[in-house]
Nanobody
Framework: QVQLVESGGGLVQAGGSLRLSCAAS????????MGWYRQAPGNQRELVAR???????YYLDSVKGRFTISRTSAENTVYLQMNSLKPEDTAVFYC???????????????WGQGTQVTVST
């Protein structure tokens, strides 16, 4: 069973930093795109950053220059380094990955369990 396990959330002051990690495990054939979404109360879930297997990058405009997404292929892990955090960044962050597993050899989308990021004033 393929799963994504997230870690690294927490409570920080405005201007502080956090690094989120998400590791994919299971009978994985390949991991394609990986990314991070966030959802605050009353808001829709939004894509924060995404990194393709080839290294193609996407960032939400409001996080450009502050957040950095990276990945390690060997460990099937994606990171989100978040600097200069703002209160409006407060949300549950969800890891996302497009993965081909050995059982089906079919590309499927998987989600992490979510990790709370809270930025105080």
């Amino acid at each position: 069973q393929v799963q994504l396990v997230e870690s690294g959330g927490g409570l920080v002051q405005a201007g502080g930093s956090l690094r989120l990690s998400c590791a994919a495990s299971g009978s994985i054939f390949s991991v394609n795109d990986m990314g991070w979404y966030r959802q605050a109360p009353g808001n829709q879930r939004e894509l924060v950053a995404r990194i393709g297997r080839s290294g193609t990058l996407y960032y939400l405009d409001s996080v450009k220059g502050r957040f950095t997404i990276s990945r390690t292929s060997a460990e099937n892990t994606v990171y989100l380094q978040m600097n200069s955090l703002k209160p409006e960044d407060t949300a549950v962050f969800y890891c996302n990955a497009d993965i081909v597993d050995h059982a089906t050899m079919t590309l499927k989308t998987y989600w992490g369990q979510g990790t709370q990021v809270t930025v105080s004033t």
